[in-house]
């Protein structure tokens, strides 16, 4: 699944165990870059690339990859190098992706609120104009600014048009897209009437449609249904002479915050492989946005217990990392297994889930420092005993981590690091209290008519 992985503890009796990012131990990464830190594995990251890709051969998928679940210059480099387009929903991430050395032929740019600036940095970039990039489109009053700006500066551009197709992802409120009552793309049955408006427009041309209903999505349904939905649209499209080029699926795909908690690559794409096969020997391109399936078991989040302090019935250990660098539990309530990276060899986890079932576990609320309540990694959460010093692994982090994190009382931004083998990379400095205050060192007065 990941190299993230407890090994025994050489530099103890062997009583011990220790958890090492792929050769090397945690606490030695945490001696090296401080804490809290992000820690990426490389060869976790490419592995799960080359999964997904193996996965969905038969259908050639150009994959773009999510910038927005961890735009790491280094992360997106690996991917771009090995492969990957961009998936961005913003200028800063189109931004990224090109500093990664990724072309803007690869990159399609979703987003329901693209400024006239982006588009025009979008297009100026070639965003659109050759290879399998595209604008995917989200509402009717975009269009109209997208080809504007198009014709103003006499560019071309591909557009797929982002369609909302009506299934249920069955996941968290926030993060399901596919629903009618989204604020995302236009509900499939207005497809038809925007084809037929906006279908033959000769600076943004509509060749694709574009897909996507939620994240995480941990069963396959509802992807069969809403690509079922697509095809049928592409089908009745082509009946009034629209010819659909290319059909991007969007992300979603599960990630394992607990063992085996989501289907494995290789099912989504057998049940969504069938569906496409024989479109796709007929020349229809697909796209493919992951992120959190990529990136979410290649990162950890390493955190220091500063104190352990008990109120009434309950023990809490207060840890260095807050809401500010994790926000996912304190939004989504979101599960993340945590563990002690040192720890006896009989409380070695052999997996990770909600419940451990080992002898001797003692229940615990895992905090950070930050001034809200609602600041909280695990609520009651069963672990070994903990003391104040030692190093907590909070795993499945790579995804929605460091991409959702602030700077909320006044925290710098956290390192981040890449491990390949035994060697590490600090691939995001830690932030100073100087880049803290940096922006405002000088205030400039405006002056106003
Ligand atoms: N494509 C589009 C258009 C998206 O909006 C997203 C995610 C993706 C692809 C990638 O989805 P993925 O493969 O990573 O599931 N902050 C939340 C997740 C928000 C997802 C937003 N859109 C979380 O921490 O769970």
């Not at 945690?26 to 080359?50: D, F, M, N, W």
């Not at 009651?380 to 909320?408: E, F, H, V, W």
């Amino acid at each position: 699944m990941d190299h993230f992985v407890y090994r025994p503890d050489r530099h103890d009796g062997g009583d011990h165990v220790a958890m090492h990012c792929e050769q090397l131990p945690a606490e030695e990464i945490a001696r090296l870059a401080g804490t809290p830190c992000y820690v990426y594995s490389k060869a976790t990251l490419l592995e799960h690339y080359q999964r997904l890709t193996a996965a969905f051969a038969p259908l050639a998928p150009l994959v773009c990859y999510s910038i927005k679940s961890c735009g790491n210059l280094s992360i997106c480099k690996l991917l771009g190098e090995a492969g990957a387009g961009m998936d961005v929903v913003s200028g800063g991430e189109l931004y990224r992706a090109l500093a990664a050395g990724v072309p803007a032929s690869r990159c399609v740019y979703a987003g329901v609120g693209k400024t006239d600036a982006e588009i025009e940095q979008a297009l100026d970039a070639g965003l659109g104009a050759s290879g399998l990039g595209l604008f995917n489109v989200e509402s009717e009053e975009e269009f109209e600014n997208i080809a504007r700006i198009a014709r103003r500066k006499n560019a071309v551009c591909n557009a797929a048009l982002r369609v909302n197709p009506d299934v249920d992802p069955k996941t968290h409120r926030y993060t399901s897209t596919g629903k009618k009552e989204s604020k995302f793309g236009v509900d499939i049955e207005r497809a038809k009437a925007f084809f037929r408006r906006f279908g033959r427009d000769p600076h943004c041309r509509l060749c694709g449609i574009h897909l996507h209903i939620g994240s995480p999505i941990y069963t396959t349904q509802p992807y069969v249904e809403s690509v079922q939905k697509a095809t049928a649209l592409i089908d009745e499209l082509a009946a009034e002479g629209f010819t659909i080029t290319t059909l991007d699926l969007g992300g979603g795909f599960g990630a394992d915050y607990e063992t085996d908690q989501s289907p494995t690559l290789a099912a989504y794409a057998d049940a969504i492989v069938p569906l496409l096969a024989a479109r796709v020997l007929r020349g229809l391109k697909i796209i493919l946005e992951p992120g959190r399936t990529l990136v979410a078991n290649a990162g950890v989040l390493l955190t220091r217990v500063l104190y352990i302090k008990t109120s009434g019935e309950k023990t809490f250990a207060i840890c260095d990392a807050g809401m500010n660098d994790l926000l996912r539990p304190s939004l989504y309530q979101a599960f993340h297994f945590i563990w002690p990276c040192r720890t006896t060899a009989s409380f070695a986890p052999a997996r990770r889930a909600k419940d451990m079932a080992i002898d001797g576990l003692l229940p615990i609320d895992v905090v950070g420092p930050i001034c809200e309540s609602g600041d909280f990694f695990a609520v009651d959460r069963p672990l070994p005993p903990l003391r104040r010093g030692d190093l907590l692994a909070i795993y499945t982090a790579g995804a929605y981590g460091m991409a959702m994190a602030s700077r909320y009382n006044s925290t710098p931004l956290p390192a981040e690091v890449l491990v390949d083998g035994s060697t590490l990379a600090i691939v995001r400095k830690r932030e100073s209290y100087e880049d803290l205050i940096a922006h405002e060192r000088s205030p400039e007065p405006v002056v106003t008519g």
